[in-house]
């Protein structure tokens, strides 16, 4: 084979896998993230007065600021609202993320003592939707019957 024949099989080799590179990157579906954007939406029926929100990292891979105007109880009892402030969180694959936050009693006998725990797991949807749900847990010695989970939706 002539050195030219073989100069243009290689050409024609790299044009081929640019193709392919550039098929593949374009196949990629793009992230329902809203990059930098603030979400806010509140619990599903009947806790529609419990509010979540969160801002998107402006790289597009935390939610930050993560937090509720107050506690879901699943059982009877209230007072005053308590806000639930909750850990930043990686946004992984698949678009998702789950975070935790802990209720600190302020008042009373427990004053000072950890309360409920919080996790909130969501994903983010087409549409600058996400929605997922917030689990409440109770320490026994609070009882438990109040532990629950509730679905949420936000919008950005």
Excluded: D
Excluded at 24 to 52: E, H, M, N
Excluded at 134 to 151: A, Y
Aim: aromatic fraction near 6%; proline fraction near 5%.
């Amino acid at each position: 084979m002539s050195a030219r024949r073989i100069s243009s099989a290689v050409l024609v080799m790299v044009a081929l896998v640019s193709c392919a590179v550039g098929v593949a990157f374009a196949a990629q579906p793009k992230s329902p993230v809203v990059k930098g954007g603030s979400y806010s939406g509140t619990l599903a029926a009947p806790r529609t007065s419990i509010t979540v929100s969160f801002k998107v990292s402006k790289n597009g891979r935390q939610v930050t600021g993560l937090k509720t105007n107050n506690l879901p109880f699943y059982c009877s009892g209230g007072g005053r609202p308590v806000p639930i402030a909750f850990k930043n969180a990686t946004i992984g694959g698949g678009a998702t993320f789950t975070s935790t936050g802990v209720q600190i009693i302020s008042s009373g006998p427990k004053r000072g003592q950890k309360g409920a725990t919080l996790t909130i797991s969501g994903r983010f949807l087409a549409g600058r939707k996400e929605s997922g749900k917030v689990t409440t847990t109770f320490p026994k010695s609070l009882g438990s019957t109040c532990n629950g989970t509730s679905q949420y939706s936000t919008k950005a």
